[in-house]
């Protein structure tokens, strides 16, 4: 497939295109929501943009009665659903000849025989140069048995220095320090570190990485970057879904484990990280192992924290269900699904500044953002009236859905007094880039079958992130009390008593 020639390329882009060398990309839990909405027409918006090999092969494995069309038919589904990039026919049929289906159980040892077997014939029939990539799209309690396999049935090792192996993990990386050890010396016993890697999809996204662009490429913004100017930093990820049809996953994880742990941590990371030496894997990885080593739950987490469970309510003009009405959820289950947790960081640029995170489903509205709230002006020369309208000053990253920074500060209304009034000075990407931002998973795919790991949490980052989490999920696991809060609501009272504490508000959602 020819990548010049690729009319989703912008032809000002004269920046080599990053572009996978021949391999393959095994599939376990292919028939899962993750692979269905977002790996495999992330895999074909690839294909489409010409950053896969001509030979790419894809294998699914699954316990189910399929063949290779079977297979086929459940990706051209997905893709023609769920694809970002337009649909090109001749695309989709280069991509689906080498879409293969191994059936099997994770505990049969003769489906791993058949799935090296599988992989070697690819490699002879469609030079994928016996690279192999494994991607464990599965329940972690499956993780030990799949890699087991992996390692007897050949599948782990390579005779040729030049061929590769890669295994790619996807949260949970454990439910808390422990057993985030215990999964790590699992993976570890088979793959070393450099063929690890730990998906989490916030780093994929274009606005989280912008946040690094922001800081470190330009002047203006890095020196007010500290205590002397910013009196508090929110991060906020609100969804306005239930958790659907993941019951099983969700529940017994609830909302911190699920997001707080990875995604906002990792966003509290790449905001208060001093910078890198470069944008190398180990530099990156470094900032941001030792900016979470000093982050600490502020305060007694009876004090510091909050968290709730939606309640029946109307989304969208729909009247929906409670969290212990969904399907598969017991009815006395404690799983929150709203989380809120005061953080401080103790190093000179942070001390004294609170980190507020708050996470939550069924809120009013989807939106992810990462706000420094800066303080007062030390002196205002205006009459008292004049400034009643007159905010705090704000720096929004907007990771989603509207994506962009937004600048908020003091203007002077037009007229013949000096009244001063907050407004915004946008940035949306929509407006100033005509290249549409690719799908998360698109980059991290990509970057797995390329070998470039500095978007990937290492093993350092998930322990730090968990000790910082575990004193506050063993408190709220003592303690019966769980707030209810309205669907399509703002969340529980307790977070907005939580910044109320601090004579603080939560940014409107
Ligand atoms: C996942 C969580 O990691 O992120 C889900 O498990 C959540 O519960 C999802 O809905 C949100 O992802 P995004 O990209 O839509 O913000």
Redesign the pocket.
């Known amino acids: 497939m020819s990548t010049t020639s690729n009319p989703l390329r912008d032809p000002r882009d004269k920046r080599l295109p990053r572009v996978a060398g021949p391999c393959v990309l095994v599939l376990f839990g292919v028939t899962g929501d993750l692979s269905r909405k977002k790996l495999l027409p992330a895999i074909y918006d690839l294909a489409n943009r010409g950053l896969l090999p001509p030979g790419f092969s894809l294998v699914g494995f699954a316990r189910r009665d399929w063949d290779h069309q079977d297979f086929r038919q459940i990706a051209y589904e997905s893709v023609k659903e769920h694809a970002r990039t337009p649909f090109r026919e001749e695309v989709w049929k280069h991509l689906s000849e080498g879409m293969h289906f191994v059936p099997g159980e994770f505990s049969d040892p003769g489906a791993f025989d058949a799935l090296a077997m599988a992989v070697k014939e690819l490699d002879q029939t469609r030079g994928t140069g016996g690279n192999y990539a494994f991607y464990l799209s599965i329940p972690p309690k499956f993780f030990p048995q799949v890699v087991e396999q992996l390692q007897r049935s050949g599948l782990a090792e390579h005779d040729d220095d030049s061929a590769w192996r890669r295994v790619v993990i996807e949260?949970p990386f454990g439910h808390d320090l422990t057993s985030a050890k215990e999964l790590n010396d699992t993976v570890h016993r088979v793959f070393p570190e450099e063929s690890i890697f730990r998906i989490d999809?916030?780093l994929g996204?274009e606005t989280v990485q912008n946040i690094l662009a922001l800081r470190f490429a330009n002047t203006m913004f890095e020196p007010i970057w500290n205590r002397s100017f910013v009196d508090h930093v929110q991060i906020t990820?609100a969804?306005d879904?239930g958790i659907g049809g993941?019951a099983g996953y969700?529940d017994g994880i609830g909302a911190a484990r699920?997001?707080i742990q990875?995604?906002l941590l990792q966003l509290l990371a790449l905001t208060a990280m001093e910078e890198p030496t470069s944008f190398s894997a180990e530099a990156v990885r470094a900032e941001k192992a030792k900016i979470l080593s000093s982050v600490r739950v502020a305060d007694d987490p009876a004090q510091a924290t909050a968290r709730g469970q939606y309640a029946a309510g109307w989304q969208g003009g729909v009247a929906v269900k409670g969290y212990l009405n969904e399907d598969g959820i017991p009815p006395d289950s404690r799983t929150e699904t709203y989380a809120a947790i005061k953080l401080e960081i103790d190093n000179r640029r942070w001390a004294g500044v609170p980190f507020y995170m708050r996470t939550g489903?069924r809120l009013s509205r989807r939106v992810?953002e990462v706000a420094m709230i800066f303080q007062a002006a030390p002196h205002l020369p205006f009459s008292q009236t004049d400034t009643e309208e007159l905010g705090e000053n704000a720096l929004v990253m907007r990771v989603?859905p509207d994506e962009g920074i937004t600048v908020r500060f003091g203007s002077k209304v037009p007229g013949t007094s000096m009244e001063i009034r907050d407004v915004n000075m946008d940035f949306a990407y929509g407006e100033s880039f005509t290249e549409s931002s690719p799908e998360?998973y698109e980059r991290l795919l990509l970057d797995v079958l390329i070998g470039d790991p500095p978007l990937f949490p290492r093993q350092e980052e998930v322990e730090l992130s968990w000790q910082i989490l575990d004193p506050v999920t063993e408190y709220w696991a003592s303690q019966p009390k769980l707030d209810q809060y309205k669907s399509g609501g703002y969340g529980p009272r307790s977070a907005d008593e939580l910044m109320a504490r601090d004579g603080r508000a939560w940014r409107r959602l």
């Open positions: 949260k999809h916030y996204k990820m969804e879904i993941r969700y699920d997001v990875n995604h489903k992810t989603q998360a």
